[in-house]
């Protein structure tokens, strides 16, 4: 074939489609699964997930998570993206794939995105809830969705420990040893703590967060709540950006990544204010001075 024919040829041959960026929002009880990343034992979140999106693509796919929670951790408003080379509908990627996870998991929307659209980095901000049983016998039917402490919390000086933690600064106090993120200085934007019946709930807002960061910080303040540590005591434990200072890592049993904010141009969906069993109400508002 001479080189004009076989030139012919090649601009015979179909065009690839060209790729689309969906995005998913996903909940997930985080008891019966050893994380978000992909596990070699195929057990974790993001090896179902990708299984799932693999049946309904008709190809493999790849997801970008906005948040790597660890094993335990639950989530009412995870959120993922994807390219897709072969169309779907968007209701065939929530109800196909949740056709095809197993019980624990659910996505609860999609929705095609521009491509400059992208989970992880477009994630302007993370919130997560942490919900304490603080009552005097070990909880049964909520084992394993909260977390759990049978002496009395002062909420009051929790809060006003708390307050220690909001800023930008530097969190290597609170981080694991196995963190990988380039720098420990994070952003954190809110941090309360109140009580709902026998729950004590806990909120911190930050751009983003270090390895174990909001599970250390439950740990600290939780000491602060049982009067073996005093309020200041946490900013002094900053001051020395050294973990074996602080508590010990809290459960994961009662963590959720309960909000992730994105620019309002990409129009994200989110969830009322709401979360398992009703834990998730606004919470107080702030009393003025």
Known sequence: MSVISAAAGRDMEPALPELARIAL??????????????????????????????????????????????????????????????????????????????????????????????????????????????????????????????????????????????????????RAAECQARTPVRDLRAARVWRQGECVQFEFRANAFLHHQVRNMVGALVWVGLRRRPPDWIGEVLQTRDRTRAAATFAADGLYLADVRYDARFAVPTRPDIGPLGFFPPPPPISQP
């Not at 996903?26 to 993001?46: A, H, I, K, M």
């Not at 993922?80 to 968007?90: G, I, K, Q, S």
């Not at 095609?112 to 992880?120: E, G, I, S, V, Y």
């Not at 016998?137 to 009051?156: E, F, K």
């Open 25 to 174: 929002g996903v909940e997930y009880d985080g008891r019966n699964f050893c994380g978000w990343q992909t596990q070699p034992n195929g057990c974790s979140l993001q090896n179902h997930l990708e299984r799932a999106l693999a049946e309904v693509h008709t190809a493999p796919v790849q997801t970008v998570t906005a948040g790597r929670t660890d094993a335990g951790v639950h989530a009412v408003a995870q959120v993922v993206h994807f390219d897709m080379r072969n169309f779907r509908p968007e209701h065939a990627w929530v109800f196909g794939t949740n056709s095809r996870l197993p019980a624990g998991m659910s996505v609860l929307w999609a929705k095609a995105m521009p491509p400059d659209f992208h989970a992880r980095f477009g994630a302007i901000e993370r919130t997560y809830r942490y919900v304490l049983l603080n009552q005097p016998v070990r909880p049964a039917l909520l084992a394993g969705r909260v977390g759990w402490i049978h002496g009395d919390l002062d909420v009051a000086l929790m809060n006003e420990a708390a307050r220690w933690f909001i800023g930008e600064q530097d969190f290597s106090a609170f």
